[in-house]
DNA sequence: GTCTAATTTGAGTGAACGCTCAAAGGCGTC
DNA sequence: GACGCCTTTGAGCGTTCACTCAAATTAGAC
């Protein structure tokens, strides 16, 4: 099992051809069929590679969610600035992938509800490195007015996203920096 | 075409059948064998009713849009406190359809692109109708202001709207009353 | 009661889906 | 070069989906 070089291209191949579908055509258009064809490849070959499409689809998603992350592993280095910059640049930079994150979140999607939760646990975690951040900033912030502050300016951030992805008329950069002002001063 | 009695009652049992299996099982589970069990009929009856499964989707969503606002036809009559509360009360009372709702806006959804079109347009309009009542609450305040605040406003009800439906730990309504204040002041 | 047309039935269509498997082929080791 | 196992093929499986239609039934006007 995945021990030749072609086998780990053929894996690779899929993955790109994956992460492609979900791009231009949504979760819904990424068929196995429509896989399978954009990397070349027969059914059989792919779950030669994947126990299920899903597999696949999460492993793209996996790989996404982290490169909403600066600095995954590093525990609080990162400025709000920085979090809130990546995200920005996260949803601008690559949305498509970002559609599909958000779609997960909402609920609607893969057969499999494990995805579901880890798109929950990340954001948990996104949740408490940004209260971290916070904090550092304005050190007399006592701690609950710190989390209502970054789950308002999260979530807010969630939706300027969806938005700027429905019809792409609002700027999100702008509004990030208006939220980042909102939730250090007063 | 729908002359009779018995037509009309079977159309109305097949909207409540579709709105049930929209709240219990989501968008993807409310498929046609679902809906015509619950409502007792079998399919040649349903297409007698409706020409097709996204017609009765888009039916019931296009109740539930409206019942976001308050008073959907009465232009500026509402305040801002209104209509927040309305939003709140949508997402909090009816939780399923608030789901669908925000489901459909990602784009993830029916076969048809007119419902993900409808939900932008209605988006467009609760926009104005806040910002015209934020515009009475704050007269001194320029257009261009108004309307970036109420984007944010929107954007974090709506993003708070979708965490508290994914774990229901999130105050919406105390976070709606800081986001009013928040609009209203400074 | 009769007649027309609305309504209901339910087996059935074709298409799409995820996925399987036996056979054929190719890579790497010795 | 020969052998073993990884890899690829591609027809086809079973299921589910939205939807159809001829025939039977029934509501309502006269």
Redesign the interface.
């Known amino acids: 099992m995945t021990r030749y070089k072609v086998g780990l291209a053929t894996r690779a191949r899929i993955l790109e051809a994956t992460r492609a579908a979900l791009a231009e055509d949504?979760?819904?258009g990424a068929t196995l069929k429509a896989i399978c064809e954009r990397a070349g490849v027969q059914p059989g070959s792919f779950y030669n590679q994947f126990p299920s499409k899903d597999e696949a689809v999460m492993q793209v998603v996996r790989e996404a969610i982290q490169a909403v992350d600066p600095h995954p592993d590093g525990a609080g280095a990162d400025t709000l600035d920085d979090l809130v910059d990546a995200y920005v640049k996260f949803v601008t930079g690559d949305p498509a992938v970002a559609?599909i994150y958000?779609?997960l979140?909402?609920?609607?999607?893969l057969t499999d509800a494990r995805l579901g939760a880890r798109v929950?646990r990340h954001?948990r975690r996104r949740q408490d490195r940004f209260t971290d951040a916070l904090r550092r900033a304005c050190p007399g912030l006592e701690d609950r007015e710190a989390r209502?502050r970054v789950?308002?300016m999260?979530?807010?951030?969630?939706?300027?996203a969806?938005?700027w992805?429905?019809?792409g008329e609002?700027d999100l950069a702008g509004?990030a920096r208006?939220?980042l002002a909102?939730a250090t001063s007063a």
Chains 1, 2 share one sequence.
């Open positions: 949504g979760l819904e559609r958000l779609q979140a909402v609920g609607g999607g929950l954001h209502l789950e308002a999260l979530a807010a951030l969630n939706g300027l969806f938005q992805l429905l019809d609002v509004h208006r939220l909102g």
